[in-house]
């Protein structure tokens, strides 16, 4: 078996390992690690991922619901196209694809293989043919109650083999009849979790993007939505696809605490979307932790570990490993190359500038959590109508500079479609909830950073961020376990490391205007900052010009070419930071160095 034959799966670890030894203000002893994990996945050319083994059974079982309600019939068009959309689908599943298609109104409906049927049919020629016709009789009434609809599609999933169950939902409805159903919503995505993967798409004007994150987050899918009816079988046509080429059923991040007092408190994806992940306990009395994510092509996903630690009685300047990380895959069906376990390391310092860094891919992710939330209070404002137009403006505003801080022109652009003229940061009049809904999708989203000009991009959070050369605080020694011995090959690979410096991680944090032009001036390279209210700009609408972002003041706050020259204390931005005024660093307001390229002193006599 050649390497080209086989299908790889990939694991790095970006982290700043350092941690403050001395104790915070409250007195709390543990400190949190927070790390990125980069898994890949990508498979043999050509490879048909979907094949089943000799005896095996089909690789996969797919549901397809169809929001049937009263509504779907205004217009007529989204009918239509969900049954064209439905019925192309179905012509894509592969020969002995376990399938059945629902129909949703205030309960759910088998409408192939037919009414009253707890067995999935089974794709062949002349099954395909009899579901497109079933599709096509689809006619229109009742109400939207997504909890029956699920639970009908977990019931015939249950005894299902297949390695990949899924589960395609289509709604234009906001679940307004749930009280009507044996079981609520909630109630039943608890039941549904780890059963099956559910993508949930909206149609019409009348969706609800909250619905459909909250079900396939916990679901472990993504939410999706079409702006023209037109567009939906192109849609379905490229989701089957790519389920179609899954590479990996199933994938397990397990991880082990190998240092006494070190607990796991999160694990959870954050690239391509957010998705909190549960733990599955690793036999009996284990201290280690799995953690299973779903259908993976070939591709690349992030994932976010948060753990604690005490650094009470250990050495400061060493690194040592806290937990191992490991990618399981049970159940292989062909040829795979795993990667060797990973640690996660902690170096325990005094120095307050190491202790205050940030890796990249942290920094990244609350910048998206920032931009969603500041896109949710906007639309919430703009509900309230013209009361709080200004409040809606600026946090419109707030949003466009955190997408362009990130560079992501997908963000950037569905905030256009929102914005009344690009760089002005003010709300366009006319507009339509669903519009609204669109962007709230879009808000979801996350991608990597890109890795900057002339860089490999190695490592997760880009910048270098595993590489291990140019760290910031130059050579280590050995890494050592909790024992003292020096770890095994692997435990201090220079491959987990973060090792791009302060440079790399405020490169992957964002402030380069890749992806698109500033709010503050549509890409003219040094406008000045957009005032997005009557009162004054907001501080996070920044202005992207050449290579740095220039954050709004306030009025009457110094600048920092005045706080530089005077000496003077620190702005601090309403949302709790500070910059640097040499080198645009955002850190807490209480940073006593700077965490980016200058490193310099923020606060004291010399500052």
């Known amino acids: 078996m050649t390497v080209a034959e086989e299908t ?130 689809l006619d229109a009434d009742g109400g939207t109650a997504i909890g029956a609809w699920l639970d009908l599609a977990r019931r015939l999933l249950r005894d299902q083999p297949a390695p990949v169950k899924h589960v395609l939902l289509l709604t234009d409805g906001r679940n307004e009849h749930d009280h009507r159903s044996r079981r609520p919503l909630e109630t039943v995505l608890d039941a549904c979790a780890g059963q099956f ?128 990380v490991e990618v399981v895959v049970p159940g292989v069906r062909r040829p795979l190359r795993l990667p060797p376990p990973r640690p996660v390391l902690v170096r325990w310092t005094d120095d307050p500038l190491d202790a205050s860094r940030q890796h990249p891919g942290v920094r990244r992710h609350e910048l998206y959590q920032r931009a969603s939330a500041a896109v949710a209070r906007a639309y919430r404002a703009w509900l309230r109508g013209a009361d709080a137009r200004e409040e809606a403006d600026r946090e419109l505003a707030r949003a466009l500079a955190l997408a362009a801080e990130l560079g992501d022109a997908q963000l950037l652009g569905a905030l256009r479609l929102i914005e009344s003229a690009p760089g002005g940061g003010r709300i366009r009049p006319g507009l339509k909830d669903v519009d609204w809904q669109h962007l709230i999708l879009s808000s979801a989203l996350t991608t990597p950073p890109e890795p900057p000009s002339g860089a490999d991009g190695q490592g997760p959070g880009g910048s270098g961020g595993s590489s291990g050369a140019g760290h910031a605080t130059g050579e280590r020694g050995p890494v050592r376990s909790a024992g003292g011995r020096p770890e095994a090959a692997g435990a201090g690979d220079p491959g987990s490391r973060d090792g791009g410096g302060a440079a790399g991680a405020e490169a992957g944090a964002g402030g380069t205007g890749r992806g698109g032009a500033a709010p503050g001036g549509a890409g003219s390279g040094g406008a000045g900052p957009v005032d997005a209210s009557p009162a004054g700009p907001s501080p996070d609408h920044a202005a992207e010009g050449g290579g740095g972002a220039d954050r709004a003041r306030t009025p009457g706050s110094p600048g920092p070419d005045a706080v530089r020259a005077t000496g003077a204390a620190l702005p601090v931005w309403p949302d709790g930071l500070i910059e640097c005024p040499e080198c645009r660093w955002l850190g807490p307001a209480d940073a006593v160095y700077c965490g980016g390229d200058c490193g310099r002193l923020l606060r004291g006599e010399s500052a």
């Open 197 to 324: 993967v559910c993508d949930a798409w909206g149609i019409g004007d009348d969706w609800d993007a909250e619905l459909l994150l909250a079900i396939t987050r916990r679901l472990h899918g993504r939410a999706r939505a079409v702006r023209r009816e037109a567009q939906l079988t192109a849609a379905y046509e490229e989701l089957i696809a790519g389920l179609l080429g899954t590479a990996v059923p199933e994938l397990r991040i397990r991880i082990t605490p190998t240092t006494p007092g070190t607990v796991i408190r999160q694990v959870k994806q954050v690239v391509p979307n957010e998705q909190e992940l549960q733990p599955v306990p690793v036999g009996p009395g284990g201290r280690a932790a799995e953690y299973v994510t779903r259908a993976w092509g070939d591709e690349v996903r992030h994932f976010q570990v948060v753990l604690t630690a005490d650094p009470t009685g250990r050495e400061s300047g060493e690194e040592l490993q806290l937990a191992a």
């Open 8 to 137: 790889e799966v990939t694991l790095e670890v970006g982290q700043r390992t350092e941690l403050p030894a001395l104790p915070d203000p409250a007195g709390h002893p543990e400190r949190e690690m927070h790390a990125i994990l980069e898994i890949g996945v990508r498979g043999p050319a050509g490879a048909s991922h979907t094949t089943p083994a000799p005896g095996t059974g089909p690789a996969l079982a797919e549901v397809l619901i169809v929001d049937t309600s009263r509504s779907m019939l205004h217009p007529p068009a989204k009918l239509h196209a969900a049954k064209d959309a439905t019925a192309a689908a179905v012509r894509m599943l592969p020969f002995g694809t376990a399938f059945a298609v629902l129909s949703g109104r205030f309960d759910a409906t088998v409408v192939h293989p037919g009414p009253g049927r707890q067995v999935l049919a089974v794709a062949r020629p002349g099954e395909r043919e009899a579901a497109e016709r079933a599709v096509r009789l």
